[in-house]
Nanobody, 122 residues
Framework: VQLQACGGGFAQSGDSLSLPCTLS????????AAWFRQAPGKERELVAA????????FYADPAKGRFAISKDNGKNTQFLQMTSLKPEDTAVYYC????????????????WGQGTQVTVSS
């Protein structure tokens, strides 16, 4: 299983960005899927996840009301739609998949994309 994320870049406060992540060698519908992020000097943290075969979505507090996670199983792609971006959203964003149906911690995820940088200026 391989994950390929893209869509990062530079944004200003209040802007929107969409991060797609394509999975090959498997199907997203079979996995719990998530987005994590890691800012310089900080631990990797969960942003959002789809769990229990996509029937539930979980958002970390910083993402609630601003970010949306979704999956297009036909295209084997998951998305993180980010709106109202803030400078504190600056981080490397990673997509991840787990063969378990549920997971909210990095150690729960077995497959990782290479990360895409998002930089938000004020």
């Amino acid at each position: 299983v391989q994950l390929q994320a893209c869509g990062g870049g530079f944004a200003q406060s209040g802007d929107s960005l969409s991060l797609p992540c394509t999975l090959s060698g498997g199907t997203f519908s079979s996995y719990a899927a998530a987005w994590f992020r890691q800012a310089p000097g900080k631990e990797r943290e969960l942003v959002a996840a789809t769990i229990w075969a996509g029937t539930r979505k979980f958002y970390a507090d910083p993402a609630k009301g601003r970010f949306a996670i979704s999956k297009d199983n036909g295209k084997n792609t998951q998305f993180l739609q980010m709106t109202s971006l803030k400078p504190e959203d600056t981080a490397v964003y990673y997509c991840a998949a787990s063969s378990h149906p549920y997971g909210l911690a990095p150690q729960d995820y077995h497959y990782w994309g290479q990360g895409t940088q998002v930089t938000v200026s004020s």
